[in-house]
């Protein structure tokens, strides 16, 4: 019984301050671009939406929203043991999301703003609203003892060069999962104020209109480019980032179930209507959306569960790693090749729908 209730223990790079997680393929990245690629583009065939929706950021809805109130000030050692751990893991991957998106969005709104000054403003702007997502999350870690050095983070963290184009795709759907996960999470607990073990989830409404009007910039933005989605090659790129996220949300969130259940919710339950509404909402402006449907979708990605949980047990073994790497080798295959089966699922095709809403 003792056991059960002891903190979990995080490396400390120094007291109170956590070793930021390990990168692997499925945590949070931090992005850069071609900045030059993007003060050249011509915004005009989406002038006066992108603007309007400028006008949206600058009225800054919420910049009265993230203050923490006196329900935040009392001890949360009752989450404890691995409960407390896996609300501490959320809390770090949500804070190293909403922190990528700060400093790209910040870099973008200062190379751009001589250049692309409408293009810089909203990239300024929202890189302000992630700022507080990122600080909010990182000062809800304090109560639990733990803090991230952002500005360790911001050195030592490995930066993804993607071409503008790929950054949309990725960001778009970073923001529209974003607002799904987080307001289903929201209304959840609206309706089980039970489960509502921790006071953060209070403020997940008004957030995640933050998160979908990003979503809706990046929307604007790439209709202003046709290339990035009137072509064959938009739509095996749509494929892919849409399977990349869904994937990724999924490994990652069946891993830490328990979160879920500590907050009334099956993960698998949670991660499949979130994929549904985030598949449907890109198809307003994505020329394919996946067959999520198909009955080999969740079959394929309940094979990679499988076998990431087999991955972890090798890496934790005794075995060596010389040894691991041959024993790791078909489970990776496996990965891969239940990927690409998913991939060549046949795609839902928008654009007619797409042309008739016009």
Same mark, same amino acid.
């Given at each position: #019984?003792?056991?059960s209730?002891k903190k $979990?223990?995080?490396?400390?790079?120094r007291?109170?301050?956590?070793?930021?997680?390990?990168?692997?393929?499925?945590? $949070?990245?931090?992005?850069?671009?071609?900045?030059?690629?993007?003060?050249?583009?011509d915004?005009?065939?989406?002038?006066?939406?992108?603007e309007?929706?400028? @006008? @949206?950021?600058?009225?800054?809805?919420?910049?009265?929203?993230f203050?923490r109130?006196?329900e935040?000030n009392?001890s949360?050692?009752?989450?404890?043991?691995?409960?407390?751990?896996?609300?501490?893991?959320?809390?770090?991957?949500?804070?190293?999301?909403?922190?990528?998106?700060?400093?790209?969005?910040?870099?973008?709104?200062?190379?751009l703003?001589?250049?692309?000054?409408?293009?810089a403003?909203?990239?300024t702007?929202?890189?302000?609203?992630?700022?507080?997502?990122?600080?909010?999350?990182n000062?809800?870690?304090?109560?639990? /003892?733990?803090?991230?050095d952002?500005?360790?983070?911001?050195?030592?963290?490995?930066?993804?060069?993607?071409q503008?184009?790929?950054?949309?795709?990725?960001?778009?759907?970073?923001e529209?999962?974003?607002?799904?996960?987080?307001?289903?999470?929201?209304?959840?607990?609206? =309706?089980?104020?039970?489960d509502r073990?921790? $006071?953060?989830?209070r403020?997940?409404? /008004?957030?995640?209109?933050d998160?979908?009007?990003?979503?809706?910039f990046?929307?604007?933005l790439?209709?202003?480019q046709?290339?990035?989605? /009137?072509?064959?090659?938009?739509?095996?790129?749509?494929?892919?980032?849409?399977?990349?996220?869904?994937?990724? #949300?999924?490994?990652?969130?069946?891993?830490?179930y328990?979160f879920y =259940?500590?907050?009334g919710l099956? =993960?698998r339950e949670?991660?499949?209507?979130?994929? @549904?509404?985030?598949n449907?909402?890109?198809?307003?402006v994505f020329?394919?959306?996946?067959?999520?449907?198909?009955?080999?979708?969740?079959?394929?990605?309940?094979?990679c569960?499988r076998n990431?949980d087999?991955?972890r047990?090798?890496?934790?073994s005794?075995?060596?790693?010389?040894?691991?790497?041959?024993?790791?080798?078909p489970?990776?295959?496996? /990965?891969?090749?239940?990927?690409?089966?998913?991939y060549?699922?046949?795609?839902?095709?928008?654009?007619?729908?797409?042309?008739?809403?016009?």
């Amino acid at each position: #019984m003792v056991d059960s209730l002891k903190k $979990p223990d995080f490396d400390e790079i120094r007291p109170g301050i956590k070793v930021p997680a390990k990168d692997t393929i499925l945590t $949070p990245r931090f992005y850069t671009t071609d900045f030059e690629a993007m003060a050249k583009m011509d915004l005009s065939p989406n002038q006066d939406e992108l603007e309007a929706i400028l @006008e @949206e950021f600058r009225a800054d809805y919420n910049r009265h929203h993230f203050v923490r109130d006196e329900e935040f000030n009392q001890s949360w050692d009752h989450i404890d043991g691995e409960k407390r751990r896996l609300f501490v893991e959320f809390l770090e991957r949500s804070c190293t999301a909403e922190f990528s998106g700060f400093l790209l969005y910040k870099e973008l709104g200062r190379r751009l703003k001589n250049k692309n000054p409408v293009l810089a403003e909203c990239f300024t702007l929202m890189s302000r609203d992630e700022a507080r997502h990122s600080g909010f999350l990182n000062k809800a870690m304090s109560d639990f /003892n733990l803090q991230l050095d952002l500005g360790f983070l911001t050195k030592s963290k490995k930066y993804t060069f993607f071409q503008p184009k790929f950054i949309f795709y990725a960001t778009y759907l970073s923001e529209k999962i974003g607002y799904w996960r987080y307001i289903t999470i929201y209304r959840h607990l609206e =309706a089980h104020p039970e489960d509502r073990v921790y $006071p953060i989830f209070r403020f997940f409404e /008004n957030w995640c209109q933050d998160e979908n009007r990003h979503g809706d910039f990046f929307d604007a933005l790439m209709r202003a480019q046709p290339d990035t989605l /009137n072509d064959w090659k938009a739509k095996l790129w749509s494929r892919f980032f849409l399977l990349s996220v869904f994937a990724t #949300m999924y490994l990652n969130d069946v891993q830490r179930y328990g979160f879920y =259940a500590s907050i009334g919710l099956d =993960a698998r339950e949670y991660d499949k209507y979130v994929i @549904e509404k985030t598949n449907d909402t890109s198809g307003r402006v994505f020329p394919v959306i996946l067959d999520v449907d198909h009955p080999e979708f969740y079959e394929r990605l309940e094979i990679c569960v499988r076998n990431n949980d087999k991955l972890r047990a090798i890496a934790n073994s005794n075995t060596p790693k010389f040894l691991q790497i041959f024993q790791k080798l078909p489970l990776y295959m496996s /990965n891969a090749w239940q990927l690409l089966k998913l991939y060549l699922i046949k795609p839902i095709d928008m654009t007619a729908k797409q042309g008739s809403m016009i």
